[in-house]
């Protein structure tokens, strides 16, 4: 596929996914017999049919590099090794926090979720959070960003932005870095694996899934 190409189409799929996040929660207010999660839920669905369509091919030439390339106990020991690495980048920002006295960080998962029904919890953490997040912050930009150095850096600052876009409240530097450092992880973890992003999509499941026990056990 060519440059310009594949350009338009990560535009486009951001385009869209700005427009029906900005105006979601609107769709939603006009139709008062349907809860406003429900309305976001299609939504979500129909989206992450949308980016499924645009990059099927990358998935499935992920997936065959996934289980051809490499053994079973190398697998397990980058998933591993990336699971842990998020989990002490969230720990390195809590001692920060401590330390400097500006707040200890709440996890962003677990904070984003405590207020949605447990089946928009589940789906948007394991299924949306997973695939279309990923696909739209991660492999959609890895096609363009050739360098990995300005890949890992752009997309961090990208996934970031859009997270606080919609956010109308007080943006403390440790919410900021609660998404960019993390972000960082992910995108570093895309570019070791040969731009894999299935391996990705594993360690970012592995990693919701501690939030949403979180919310679960009613912790």
Same mark, same amino acid.
């Given at each position: 596929?060519?440059?310009?190409?594949?350009?338009?189409?990560?535009v486009s799929v951001y385009l869209i996914y700005f427009?029906?996040?900005?105006?979601?929660?609107?769709?939603?207010?006009?139709?008062?017999?349907?809860?406003?999660?429900?309305?976001?839920?299609?939504?979500?669905?129909?989206?992450?049919?949308?980016?499924?369509?645009?990059?099927?091919?990358?998935?499935?030439?992920?997936?065959?590099?996934?289980?051809?390339?490499?053994?079973?106990?190398?697998?397990?020991?980058?998933?591993?090794?990336?699971?842990?690495?998020?989990?002490?980048?969230?720990?390195?920002?809590?001692?920060?926090?401590?330390?400097?006295?500006?707040?200890?960080?709440?996890?962003?998962?677990?904070?984003?979720?405590?207020?949605?029904?447990?089946?928009?919890?589940?789906?948007?953490?394991?299924?949306?959070?997973?695939?279309?997040?990923?696909?739209?912050?991660?492999?959609?930009?890895?096609?363009?960003?050739?360098?990995?150095? /300005?890949? +890992? #850096? @752009?997309?961090? !600052?990208?996934?970031?932005?859009?997270?606080?876009?919609?956010?109308?409240? %007080?943006?403390? =530097? /440790?919410? +900021? #870095? @609660?998404?960019? !450092?993390?972000?960082?992880?992910?995108?570093?973890?895309?570019?070791?694996? %040969?731009?894999? =992003?299935?391996?990705?999509?594993?360690?970012?499941?592995?990693?919701?899934?501690?939030?949403?026990?979180?919310?679960?056990?009613?912790?």
């Amino acid at each position: 596929m060519k440059k310009n190409e594949v350009l338009l189409k990560a535009v486009s799929v951001y385009l869209i996914y700005f427009i029906y996040m900005q105006y979601g929660n609107l769709l939603g207010n006009l139709a008062p017999f349907i809860p406003v999660h429900v309305v976001l839920l299609f939504l979500d669905i129909l989206f992450l049919i949308l980016i499924l369509c645009l990059y099927h091919k990358n998935l499935k030439e992920d997936w065959m590099k996934f289980w051809k390339e490499s053994t079973l106990g190398k697998k397990i020991k980058i998933i591993l090794l990336g699971f842990l690495s998020i989990i002490l980048a969230n720990f390195v920002l809590s001692l920060i926090g401590e330390f400097f006295h500006i707040g200890n960080i709440v996890d962003q998962n677990t904070t984003s979720i405590q207020n949605m029904p447990l089946y928009y919890a589940i789906f948007k953490t394991m299924i949306f959070g997973v695939v279309a997040e990923e696909i739209l912050f991660r492999e959609s930009l890895g096609d363009v960003l050739e360098n990995k150095w /300005m890949y +890992i #850096l @752009g997309s961090s !600052i990208i996934y970031t932005a859009m997270n606080f876009v919609f956010t109308i409240s %007080d943006i403390s =530097i /440790m919410q +900021i #870095l @609660g998404y960019f !450092i993390p972000a960082l992880v992910f995108g570093t973890i895309y570019i070791k694996n %040969d731009r894999n =992003i299935i391996f990705v999509m594993i360690v970012k499941f592995a990693y919701h899934l501690i939030p949403l026990t979180i919310l679960l056990l009613g912790v």
